[in-house]
């Protein structure tokens, strides 16, 4: 088993509101050189918070979080993967952002990506 640790990347259409809707899981495992984001933003859900929110910017600034985790990360290209995940998590106050940094165990950080994207952004097991 492996340690690895993840957060959840999340929209906040009205910062001051507060409310929230998870949209993606960024994992790292550095035992298995693994870091990825994966993310689904789910429309409807966000209109309901905000009607006016720019899904557009908010899908780019998505699109950033997965690109920094590949193999073409633009400017963190020099960053090792831990030194990505922790820009990635670091706090921000932008209305795309990650949430805390929790920690776990697993023999496959894929599949555990996988499992913590359907539990906290598909919500399949509710």
Same mark, same amino acid.
């Given at each position: 088993?492996?340690?690895? /640790? ?9 910062? /001051? ?12 495992? $550095?035992? %298995?050189?693994?870091?990825?984001? %994966?993310?689904?933003? @789910? ?6 918070? !905000?009607?006016?929110? !720019?899904?557009?910017?908010?899908? $780019?600034?998505? *699109? ?6 590949? /193999? ?9 993967? +831990?030194? &990505? ?18 920690? +776990?165990?697993? *023999? !496959?950080? /894929?599949?555990?990506?996988? &499992?913590?994207? @359907? *539990?906290?952004? %598909?919500?399949?097991?509710?």
């Amino acid at each position: 088993m492996d340690v690895y /640790e993840y957060a959840t990347i999340r929209v906040i259409p009205q910062v /001051e509101r507060g409310e929230l809707i998870n949209v993606g899981v960024l994992l790292y495992c $550095q035992p %298995r050189d693994y870091l990825c984001a %994966r993310v689904g933003l @789910d429309e409807t859900r966000l209109r309901a918070l !905000d009607p006016t929110v !720019d899904i557009e910017a908010v899908r $780019q600034a998505l *699109k950033a979080y997965e690109l920094a985790c590949g /193999e073409n990360p633009g400017p963190l290209a020099g960053e090792p993967l +831990g030194g &990505r995940f922790r820009w990635l998590t670091a706090p921000r106050s932008t209305i795309v952002q990650p949430g805390p940094v929790h920690a +776990g165990l697993t *023999k !496959d950080p /894929e599949a555990e990506l996988d &499992r913590l994207f @359907d *539990k906290l952004v %598909r919500l399949t097991n509710l």
